[in-house]
């Protein structure tokens, strides 16, 4: 079982997980994300996974691929309120280090909204260098 | 591999044995099966987590590969605990794998847009992977874990803390 909602906060998305995040769950959760980036035209992403349970390879897959498509329009991600558990599979997949974790979601929304110019500079860079994600 | 009357549970203290159609809907069920198996074990929470995990990943190879061109088959998981040591074997009847060794690297992966993480996540959450697999003969994945020898290293949930999240930029 898996509920997504969203909103829009200043220039980003901000989508609240809440349940299993596995190969049942997780392309609904790429597809509703896909859809509100393109209606709403933000900017950044912020994945509030303080409601997730349950976390493994299919939806670490499904988090990466939205973080590339942000990066690729120069936008900024991050991810706010992971428990312990969720917690060690980004961590030991290597996606804690390519993509922000926040403790909380007002942490993450302060932090995204001062990422501007510089996000899509970096965004730029990374892909110059091949390093968005590809290794994992 | 029929189990008959008298090698039920055999010579393990219990034993849990579980078959389902291969889909994507049964995944919760299977890891949450095991688990609430597994709880009977002295295990942490931690470690409960890690097994699910290690099910799920391992019944998501067989829904993603095991079937190509029946769409669906069947998922038999057997899990027993034996002397402190829970075994949980996740067993197909589909293609198999012909290359064990290349299957289990990181970042190996046969479908695009997956990471190629399942093996890693596996061997990473349980104390022992085994995978017996041939073309056309199915796979066996035998996942291990013993009971209370995390409580020893300690640190392992500190180092989980608040301590592992970047500061905002």
Known sequence: MLEVNSEIVGNTLLVSVAGELDLDTAPRMRTLIDARLSHTGARHLLLDMSGVSFLDSSGLGAILGRYRTVSASGGAMGIAGARTAVKRVLRLSGVSQIIRMYTSRDTGLKALARRRGRQAKRARQDRGSGVAGDEC | ?169
């Open chain 2, 1 to 169: 591999m029929s189990v008959s009357p008298l090698s039920f549970p055999g010579d393990a203290d219990n034993r849990m044995l579980l078959e389902l159609p291969a889909r994507a809907a049964n995944l919760s069920l299977a890891r949450a099966s095991v688990a609430a198996f597994a709880a009977q074990l002295p295990l942490t929470v931690e470690d409960l987590e890690d097994v699910k995990v290690a099910v799920s990943e391992a019944v998501s190879n067989v829904i993603l590969h095991a079937y190509p061109h029946l769409g669906e088959g069947p998922v038999r998981i057997e899990a027993t605990i034996r002397a402190g040591v829970l075994e949980v074997a996740i067993s197909d009847t589909g293609k198999g794998i012909a290359d064990v060794a290349r299957a289990r690297q990181p970042a190996f992966t046969t479908i695009p847009d997956r990471m190629g993480l399942g093996f890693v996540l596996m061997e990473n959450f349980m104390d022992e992977v085994l995978v017996d697999s041939a073309p056309g003969r199915g796979t066996t994945v035998i996942l291990r874990k013993t009971a209370s020898h995390r409580d020893e290293q300690g640190g392992c949930a500190d180092s989980d803390g608040s301590n592992s999240s970047q500061p905002p930029v």
